[in-house]
């Protein structure tokens, strides 16, 4: 992965220019549109679109320049560490690809730094599985948690179970008919409501995104990982979410005393991977990471 491809990536975000990216950059428009496309096919997803008026960056794109700013942050903090610390007692960068909008990282950070000295964990969100495989395969993620499903193709260090729950509007009418039909149709990996046409959803797919329903037979309304969000189409629509029962300690008590919390005996398998190409200086604060993420 060549840190300049981000580079031109943000420059161009910037602009939306291609002409004047070029001219910022000193490279010709064919050379920044080689290293865009270089970028793209990295991640698996288009970063713009060029049309009639003029260049945009797609939602995929909004979410990536978020995270390569946050990533050539701490890529250039870690080169000024290097200048600077004449003990070459470099600070570690631990980048972190999570399926969880809300985990208490900063906790396991806090942990590293007590027992490791200089590490900086740099977490990476709001990614599809997918992308975190293209991101471990690039060498852009040192570590990640994903579904279990997804983690055979890379070195699986731990495993663990995560209890799934689903969040309904205060009595809403949508909870006797889930009950009924998880009683009757539920399995340990799909979502199940009673209606003419029963429709189930793999939840091998929910931890990333999560999807929120509405009706009584399932209908999508939206996928986000933004609880505000989530909470607001639950409580304001009528709608309907499964989630890991964890994060309901992340909701706002304002929109605790409005849910109706459903428990079930769902539950999904998680994996904590590594990517192949681990740096050996970072293989105990891998190994620490992924000790310590099963029991947060």
């Known amino acids: 992965m060549d840190i300049r491809n981000l580079e031109a990536f943000i420059v161009l975000a910037e602009t939306l220019n291609y002409h004047k990216a070029s001219e910022r950059l000193y490279l010709s428009q064919p050379a ?16 713009f679109r060029r049309g ?22 701490h890529y250039e903090q870690f080169k000024s560490q290097v200048q600077f610390d004449s003990k070459k007692e470099v600070t570690r960068h631990l980048y972190v690809g999570s399926c969880f909008p809300i985990h208490n990282y900063s906790q396991i950070e806090n942990q590293l730094a007590e027992k490791k000295g200089n590490i900086v964990l740099a977490l990476m969100t709001g990614l599809s599985v997918e992308q975190q ?12 948690v994903m579904p279990l499903a997804a983690a ?19 009595r809403s ?10 009683s009757q149709y539920g399995s340990k990996n799909s979502l199940t409501m009673t209606s003419e046409k029963r429709e189930n959803t793999d939840l091998n797919d929910c931890l990333n995104v999560f999807p929120i329903y509405g009706s009584d037979n399932m209908n999508l309304l939206l996928k986000t990982n933004d609880i505000m969000l989530m909470m607001e189409m639950i409580t304001k629509n009528g709608a309907y979410a499964c989630v890991p029962k964890r994060m309901i300690s992340a909701i706002p008590a304002y929109y605790l005393n409005s849910l109706e919390l459903v428990e079930t ?32």
């Open 32 to 47: 920044l549109t080689k290293k865009i496309h270089g970028l793209e096919d990295i991640l698996g997803a288009e970063l």
């Open 52 to 73: 009639p008026n003029g260049t945009k960056l797609t939602d995929f794109g909004q979410k990536t320049l978020e995270n390569a700013r946050k990533f050539l942050t």
């Open 133 to 144: 495989v293209n991101l471990l395969n690039a060498g852009m993620l040192h570590v990640a």
């Open 152 to 170: 055979k193709p890379f070195d699986l260090k731990k495993t663990f179970t995560e209890e799934l729950v689903y969040l309904f509007k205060k």
């Open 173 to 182: 009418p949508l909870i006797s008919k889930f009950r009924i039909g998880n």
């Open 265 to 296: 005996d769902k539950k999904i398998d998680l994996g904590v991977v590594w990517s192949k190409t681990i740096d050996e200086d970072l293989i105990g604060d891998a190994e620490s990471f992924s000790a310590w993420v099963i029991n947060l």
